[in-house]
């Protein structure tokens, strides 16, 4: 640590303090304001960040309660928040899980294993997920109507279609575990090749066990861009009840019905759980961030 | 420790293993059988469906897992062969599609194949009038009866039940009508059975239903020649099929909807890249987008970097907590808080300009005015973005030796002259292809966009609707899912070009994340 003039060091703290408790005020502003909207009345008032009459009616409404007014007026809820919120999270959870599969055995396969023309197909996988995603729906939902139409199992509104879609969201990842596979020591491969393990065998007793933290970061990486993703979802999932929650959340704010009152609680409610989520596995994220992945 | 482990959990080779490694295989093809038989069950309905490309994938599928997974001699390609085969299914075959449609004049104005649009047009029909004839309904114990009265007499038909499938029934001449008749609010009720039964006069006279009185021989109105056009009976008109723009036309060169996709070849690509109506907006978007992503780039970078370094400052208390606080932007998922943004933003009750009335009597047009939404737009961005880089810096700041800020201190340089002369420099290179994949995200930041402006305002007096916040992706979803004029084509040209760059940036961090690799190993 450099020793500095006492005096002159006071000052630079507390203008480093000032600034970040400013900063923090301005970044938090939204949040605050969310919440003290989330307690207002009605949908389109507006008034200081504490209301003054405070009210529970857009929290009964995003759980799915129906709220009774003081003068008798029973409101229903207008959307099923919850519904949307577990189709996330189940979606979420699936295809995360499955995006693991695919992206562990693939990963050990281009850093472990050897055939032919496997530089090639690495950087092919990655340059085409280049391509905006969000400009292939068209294809994706003719691909799933026709599906559709032989089972409904993976048409268009089914869940199944939807994981099947984001199954293919895996370059990145393989690129982040075959990294931590590369770390690995080399001589563990020839032990187990010396015991006579198959590659099937080095990978499931050998390499599996021991890559668990960064299965965990891909895991949580996966997920949290699965369930805030928008363009694939609201293409393939039209009904209601079969939203996500990112489709599902814009439609409080249409021009012509604008909730905003139920919008700040149903926003809270849901994000808290991704929030948690993210907040407690920041400190293993970052170093898979800095792996490879991207997110804005 | 991993090499006990395998010892522990391998079993060695021996005979008791034989029969679980016979089970193991007899299992194995049980359930590729299975798979097989429910991949060729799709494949089979997809071509029944009509959509051959797609059944031909799922064959493909078939055959190639069942030969990835049959032979010994691809054991290493089974490893790759699920990620790629879905890669391939759901991005590859997407991506050619869509470059393919870019090809294409696929739109909501040529929305059907050709064969659907013939059927459209066939299943016109016109009423020949010089053989409409009342009809009455008559019902006794054995079902209904059709009468067609003619002079004193008429045609009555055999019993028949009217369930509403198609029938044909014989007409017998007789002298005199049916006693009892179905009163005409009751044969109102059956008009929709009504309209599948077909009455056969004895001189071979098709009849059918043609009012909610009469019966008439109706024809298609279109007769198709040996040539390909449409012969209209009733006035004698032709309609020619004009396979460069998928339409028929008329006598009067008149296209006549609706119209069936055709390959258009690179004419959607030349208008993008040299019609000037398409041009103009397409030009100011390009324009906006690059400066967009990189404007965000720099923003993201500066604010996360400052915050970062003071973040780092050992003097500074309370760290955890500052950290916990600036990382919640991103913890937050971004479509709550782009909908927060819209919500907050909003000109007359929005929690913003409510302030900035107060504070200072302002009411900015944050989505009416192009310049005010651009503006918008990269504040939402920063604020979304900034804990990403800030985080990575913290890491990357690590790596710098305090020996160097020693010797700054000694030299009496100050905090500002450190970060420039020290921090940045050693920051940078490891930064840059992480810095390039950030632009490359945000080029294509078609969340951000949708959710947030709708790309919003639009820009006056342009052909296709194009919006002052709108980047090239969120332009072309628009076109893509617009209500008013669907243009598939044109969307997938301009995805295409767009990808083109976008690789190019791409394949630049890739060889630039490669060099600093090798730089990074040879200095060591």
Redesign the interface.
């Known amino acids: 640590?450099?020793v500095?003039n006492p005096r002159a060091?006071f000052f630079?703290?507390l203008a480093?303090?000032t600034?970040?408790i400013a900063?923090?005020a301005l970044?938090?502003f939204?949040?605050l304001?969310?919440l003290s909207?989330s307690f207002r009345e009605g949908n389109?008032s507006?008034g200081s960040l504490w209301p003054e009459r405070p009210t529970l009616e857009h929290w009964y409404l995003a759980l799915g309660i129906p709220y009774e007014r003081p003068n008798g007026v029973i409101v229903q809820p207008p959307f099923p928040v919850m519904l949307w919120l577990w189709n996330s999270i189940k979606i979420g959870v699936i295809a995360s899980a499955g995006i693991l599969?695919?992206?562990t055995?693939?990963a050990?396969?281009?850093s472990k294993?050897?055939?032919r023309h496997k530089g090639i197909?690495l950087?092919s996988?990655?340059?085409?997920?280049?391509?905006?995603?969000?400009?292939?729906?068209?294809?994706?939902y003719?691909?799933f109507d026709?599906?559709g139409?032989?089972?409904p199992l993976?048409g268009v509104d089914s869940h199944w279609a939807l994981v099947?879609?984001y199954?293919?969201a895996?370059?990145l990842h393989?690129w982040t575990i075959k990294g931590y596979f590369d770390s690995m020591d080399p001589a563990?491969d020839k032990?187990?090749q010396i015991?006579?393990?198959t590659?099937w065998?080095t990978?499931r007793?050998?390499f599996l066990?021991?890559s668990i933290p960064i299965l965990a970061v891909v895991f949580v990486l996966a997920f949290?861009f699965l369930?805030?993703e928008?363009?694939i979802a609201a293409?393939l999932l039209r009904e209601q009840g079969q939203m996500t929650?990112?489709v599902g959340?814009?439609q409080?704010?249409y021009e012509q019905r604008y909730l905003?009152g139920d919008?700040?609680a149903a926003?809270i409610l849901?994000?808290i759980p991704?929030?948690l989520v993210?907040?407690l596995a920041?400190r293993y994220?970052?170093?898979g961030?800095?792996e490879g992945a991207?997110?804005? | 420790m991993?090499?006990m482990?395998?010892?522990r959990?391998?079993p060695p080779?021996g005979s008791p293993l034989e029969l679980r490694t016979i089970v193991g295989t007899l299992i194995k093809w049980a359930l590729l059988a299975v798979y097989g038989l429910a991949l060729l069950?799709?494949a089979w309905?997809?071509y029944a469906?009509g959509?051959a490309l797609?059944a031909a994938v799922v064959l493909a599928l078939m055959v190639g897992t069942t030969i990835v997974f049959g032979l010994r001699r691809f054991?290493?390609?089974r490893?790759?062969f699920?990620?790629?085969m879905?890669?391939l299914?759901?991005?590859?075959?997407?991506?050619g599609?869509?470059s393919y449609?870019g090809f294409t004049n696929f739109g909501a104005r040529n929305l059907l194949t050709q064969d659907r649009v013939i059927a459209y047009h066939m299943q016109r029909t016109i009423v020949d009038a010089s053989t409409e004839r009342p009809f009455v309904l008559s019902r006794d114990v054995e079902g209904y009866r059709l009468f067609l009265p003619e002079g004193e007499g008429g045609f009555i038909s055999e019993p028949f039940a009217l369930d509403g499938s198609p029938v044909e029934i014989g007409m017998t001449p007789v002298s005199q009508a049916p006693e009892t008749v179905l009163e005409m609010r009751d044969v109102v009720q059956l008009r929709g059975p009504l309209g599948a039964v077909t009455a056969v006069l004895p001189d071979g006279t098709d009849l059918t239903l043609s009012g909610l009185r009469s019966f008439a021989t109706v024809r298609p109105v279109y007769e198709e020649q040996p040539d390909g056009s449409l012969l209209n009976i009733a006035d004698g008109t032709v309609l020619t099929p004009d396979q460069s723009v998928g339409f028929y036309r008329n006598e009067e060169g008149q296209a006549i909807a609706p119209g069936w996709r055709v390959h258009v070849g690179w004419a959607n690509f030349q208008r993008v890249l040299f019609s000037d109506n398409v041009r103009q907006p397409m030009l100011q978007i390009f324009v906006w987008t690059v400066v967009f992503a990189f404007l965000s780039m720099v923003l993201?970078f500066s604010v996360g970097i400052l915050?970062a370094s003071?973040l780092q400052?050992?003097?500074?208390r309370?760290k955890g907590f500052?950290r916990?606080?600036?990382?919640?932007?991103?913890?937050?998922?971004?479509?709550?808080?782009i909908?927060?943004?819209?919500?907050?933003f909003n000109q007359n009750?929005g929690?913003i300009n409510?302030i900035l009335q107060t504070l200072f009597g302002i009411k900015p047009q944050w989505f009416t005015d192009p310049n005010l939404a651009r503006a918008m737009t990269l504040i939402v961005?920063t604020?979304?973005?900034y804990p990403?880089m800030m985080?990575?810096g913290?890491?990357y700041l690590q790596a710098i030796p305090q020996d160097h800020?020693?010797a700054a201190?000694l030299e009496g340089s100050g905090p500002l002259r450190n970060f420039f002369a020290i921090t940045l420099p050693q920051l940078l290179p490891p930064f840059v292809p992480?810095l390039i994949?950030?632009f490359?995200?945000?080029f294509?930041?078609?969340?951000l966009i949708?959710?947030l402006t709708r790309g919003l305002p639009n820009i006056p007096g342009t052909e296709i609707p194009a919006g002052a916040t709108d980047i090239l992706?969120s332009f072309?979803?628009r076109m893509?899912?617009n209500d008013a004029g669907q243009n598939?084509g044109m969307?997938?040209a301009i995805?295409t070009l767009?990808?083109i760059v976008?690789?190019i940036?791409?394949?630049a961090n890739?060889v630039a994340m490669r060099r600093y690799a090798a730089a990074k190993g040879r200095g060591q």
């Open positions: 640590m450099i500095e060091l630079k703290k480093a303090h600034f970040l900063f923090i970044i938090l939204p949040f304001m969310v909207i389109f507006t599969m695919l992206s055995t693939a050990y396969a281009f294993l050897r055939f197909v950087d996988l990655l340059i085409i997920q280049m391509f905006p995603a969000a400009l292939t729906v068209i294809a994706l003719t691909l026709a599906l139409s032989i089972t993976l099947i879609a199954l293919s895996i370059t393989i563990l032990a187990a015991d006579g393990a590659p065998q990978f007793f050998v066990p021991m949290i369930v805030t928008y363009p293409v929650l990112a959340a814009r409080y704010l905003w919008f700040a926003a849901s994000g991704i929030t993210f907040l920041q994220l970052v170093s961030l800095s991207v997110k804005g | 991993a090499t482990a395998l010892q959990d391998i080779a069950y799709i309905g997809l469906a959509e797609f054991y290493t390609i490893f790759i699920p990620a790629v879905a890669v299914i759901f991005i590859a075959l997407p991506v599609f869509t449609v993201t915050l003071l400052w050992p003097h500074l309370f500052y916990i606080m600036l990382v919640l932007p991103y913890a937050v998922p971004a479509f709550i808080s909908l927060v943004f819209r919500g907050l009750f929690e409510l961005n604020w979304l973005g990403y985080l990575l913290m890491g800020y020693k201190a992480l994949a950030n490359a995200f945000n294509n930041n078609v969340v949708l959710l992706g072309t979803y893509s899912f598939f969307a997938g995805s767009i990808f976008v690789a940036i791409a394949y890739f």
